[in-house]
């Protein structure tokens, strides 16, 4: 198949802006140009041209590897967003008249149902309209697929030391190839250390990631402007077809992406919501240690793009100067990640009812911090969904008293490996037993972390009303009834003085933000 000229391919992109060039009803055609492809929005559909360019992690730079890595797209985004993507077209015909559908072949595009730009989530976001319950929708169906994907066995290279850290070393280079300014080289050279101590860090963690079936074929590219609210539900476009390295990774990792460009938006609580709902179903805590560690990966691919497009022609004064601010700003983000940070242990205690679970959800994201949940590890241990009902009598079932030391013993697993990683956890349980206690603040103290009891204390009779009213939501976790309340208020152990010296009483007045930042803050 013989490789079309730049003068061509200037025919077919001013042809393809042209209404008339579609089999189909456009009123006017909007070009949309990233530094790999061209996106033509055209009536009800959009077409997307890839660019003719090698930049050697990606190569599109003949007809025949264009037309393979359409076909690879269609594939792919099937698993994300099947309503979306539709067909690959040929283009054909003369290159002075290029038409939809025509022999001989000029150049191929991925056909894709065109939805409102403003349901993008960049664009939501930046109009005030995206909200928790959009990210916590996006984090369960994420988690969903991820859970769907294909696994790399053990004869794949996918998910080796080798195999993750060679784009990651990649992106130095690249980025160095680019750009000679002191600062982003002093930079870079902060970062590849830091990159290549982790290495040796994290190789057994790595191994077991493997080892355990965490490295699938991923979508590779979750960031805000690849993910939409569509139809009245999540949609994620775009996968990384252009490198099977790039998409065969561990999920922490795919996940790691959209973190991040929450945290590059100044949203970090909303990023640190996304992840907590995205365990909470996946139940993937043993992942945690690696997030800090793609995120400085991942805002390092956003800072190589912006590196990639300032050395395209075309750029005015204007888009060079805002595409070199952003670089800075990844950079400087990837700079924060590798900071020491205070990782403070936190528990709650009290009863059934009392209005912990809804707390600590608002209260992690304000601190950075991992949320474990004693009513969802309880029931993933039993292979139950979250909203399943065991139909447990009390002290039996996944209520014995097995069940609750196998529930306790899988949080503080979960907290000893989070908090190794410097990340901060809060743990939401009851805590009525003054030995599971004590065990957790034994913890921090061997780890040196700080360690914090979240008092919460409400009224008897306003205990029993929430019981009763919570057993009749379907979305309810817990399944403790009045008469499990009646045996935690007989059977309770009391705070000690030891541990009130760590306590902070909780009520209905207590603002999560503002007890967020005081933690934080000592």
């Not at 169906?141 to 998910?159: K, L, M, P, W």
């Not at 750029?315 to 924060?336: C, F, I, P, V, W």
């Not at 139950?384 to 503080?412: F, Q």
Request: with cysteine; hydrophobic share 40%; glycine share 6%.
């Amino acid at each position: 198949m013989q490789e079309i000229s730049d003068k061509t391919q200037q025919q077919l992109i001013t042809r393809m802006l042209t209404p008339s060039f579609y089999n189909h009803p456009v009123d006017a055609v909007k070009l949309v140009e990233t530094h790999i492809s061209w996106v033509f929005l055209a009536g009800n559909f959009a077409y997307k041209l890839k660019k003719p360019v090698n930049f050697g992690f990606l190569d599109f730079s003949t007809v025949e590897k264009r037309r393979y890595f359409c076909y690879e797209e269609l594939r792919l985004n099937s698993h994300f967003a099947p309503h979306i993507y539709l067909d690959v077209v040929q283009i054909g015909g003369s290159p002075d008249n290029p038409t939809l559908d025509q022999d001989p072949p000029i150049d191929y595009v991925v056909k894709m149902r065109r939805f409102p730009q403003s349901q993008q989530l960049d664009r939501m976001l930046d109009n005030g309209l995206l909200t928790t319950e959009h990210l916590c929708a996006f984090a369960q169906f994420i988690a969903q697929v991820h859970n769907r994907c294909a696994i790399a066995d053990n004869t794949s290279e996918y998910g080796s030391s080798a195999m993750v850290m060679e784009p990651i070393m990649q992106n130095f280079v690249q980025i160095r190839h680019l750009q000679s300014s002191g600062d982003i080289l002093d930079r870079i050279n902060m970062l590849e250390t830091w990159g290549k101590l982790m290495r040796t860090k994290l190789r057994d963690l790595l191994i077991k990631r493997k080892d355990t079936g965490f490295i699938r074929e991923c979508h590779g590219d979750f960031h805000l402007a690849n993910m939409a609210w569509f139809d009245g539900g999540p949609v994620v476009f775009d996968c990384i077809e252009f490198s099977p390295n790039l998409r065969w990774i561990d999920v922490i990792n795919d996940i790691a992406f959209l973190a991040m460009d929450l945290d590059d938006h100044e949203q970090a609580p909303n990023g640190w919501r996304f992840i907590n709902r995205y365990l909470q179903i996946s139940g993937d805590y043993g992942g945690v240690p690696l997030l800090n560690f793609y995120k400085v990966y991942r805002a390092l691919v956003r800072a190589k793009v912006l590196c990639l497009r300032l050395s395209q022609a075309g750029l005015d004064k204007e888009e060079r100067h805002t595409n070199l601010s952003r670089m800075h700003s990844y950079l400087g983000l990837a700079g924060q990640y590798i900071l020491p940070t205070r990782a403070p242990l936190l528990i709650t205690h009290g009863l059934s009812g009392s209005g912990k679970t809804v707390f600590v959800n608002q209260l992690a994201a304000h601190c950075k911090a991992i949320s474990l949940h004693s009513d969802l590890e309880r029931k993933r241990l039993h292979n139950l969904a979250e909203t399943a009902c065991s139909g447990s009598p009390v002290n039996n079932g996944i209520y014995s008293e097995a069940a609750g030391k196998a529930t306790y013993d899988r949080l503080y697993a979960y907290a000893e490996t989070i908090l190794q990683a410097g990340i901060p956890v809060i743990v939401d349980a009851t805590f009525l037993k003054k030995e599971l206690r004590y065990k957790m603040m034994d913890l921090a103290a061997q780890l040196g972390s700080s360690f914090i009891i979240l008092d919460f204390q409400v009224a008897d009779e306003e205990l029993r009303r929430r019981v009763l009213m919570r057993l009749t939501d379907p979305k309810c976790v817990s399944e403790a009834d009045e008469q499990v309340l009646e045996l935690q208020m007989k059977t309770q152990e009391e705070l000690s003085e030891q541990e009130r010296r760590f306590v902070i009483p909780i009520d209905a007045a207590t603002n999560p933000v503002h007890l967020a930042h005081q933690i934080m803050a000592v």
